[in-house]
């Protein structure tokens, strides 16, 4: 059978396609009706428009290398459950981990989480997002009352924030060149908000923090220079997450003068360095966060209202992208409606 779906089909080019599916015969699986699907911006314009990094560094052959499909935060219904699939039935509403950009998709159950019946399919389909900058914060073992710095404020930056303020740091402080998008830090939840690339940075870090600095510091930029400045406001014995992929290698920092004579602990955190079967200290499961980000959500205590700045038709995904091609301003968050 064919189902519809999102492909890039070239550099800069994404098209709104036929692709052709099979429901497996038996097995451990559930067939999800996707609702709504959440664009991650910054790993979608990588493999958009080809980058090199997406392709384990090298040079990527553009003939091989296309279609290529993408979505990996959604939610959905799922509409058939395969014989094994026990702890799942039809019509359960279910955030989803993985997968593409596409109306209809085969999961395995353990990137399938049931959702609250209060959580919306919007918030729901943020939550494996989400949980990118939980991984980080943990792992940099923030304690209430420390100071926390997010450099970044794309999608993930922005979740950073509200997480850091969940978690009791103050000050959240939140550092972006662009002013709109440290205008939306601060309704997120930042205390304060600062341009990195200006000669006052340090300055105003130290002011707001009575001098302290930043303990803790999660860095989504994955940029040489931006981590290099990030390390000139962090405190004695900070820890610095990062979390932003590396695009461009080729940098430098003074590992003697920023790192090791003030104990600087950095520490990786891509969402795939975690516990496959069991969360402990700082090291959460996929599964156990995600669990996790739709209890806050259900409780209250995690507000997405107002986060996600513009929802499309899949239809519209060729104009959708280009715009992500081509615009640095890209909003920080923008979802597909499967159902219009």
Known sequence: MKV??????APGVAEYVDREFEIPSHGNWVLVHKYVSTISCGTERANLMGHPNVAGGHKVDMATYFPRYLGYSS???????????????????????WGIHTEYDIYDPRNVTKIPDNVSFEDAALCHITTFPMGGIRKTNLE???????????ILGQMSVMYQKL??????????????RRE???KNGADFAFDPTKEDFEENIRRVTDGRMVNVCVEVTGNGPALDRALDVMAEFGRVALLGCTRDSDFTIDY???????????????????PNYESHEGWWTEKDDIKASLRLISAGRLDFSGFVAETHSPKEAKEVYARLAENKNFPVCVQFDWRK
Not at 81 to 91: E, I, L, Q
Not at 167 to 180: H, K, R, S
């Open 167 to 180: 978690a009791g740091a103050y000050p959240v402080i939140a550092a972006d060149p662009n002013p709109e």
């Open 144 to 154: 209430f009352g420390e100071s926390a710095m997010t450099v970044g404020l794309g």
């Open 256 to 274: 003697y003068k920023k790192i090791h004579a003030p104990g600087i602990t950095m520490v990786g955190a891509h969402t795939n360095a975690r």
């Open 4 to 9: 519809k779906a999102i492909a890039f089909t």
């Open 75 to 97: 939610a959905g219904v799922i509409e058939q459950v395969g014989a094994d699939a026990t702890d799942f039935k039809v019509g359960d509403r279910v955030a989803l981990s």
């Open 184 to 186: 939306f830090a601060l």
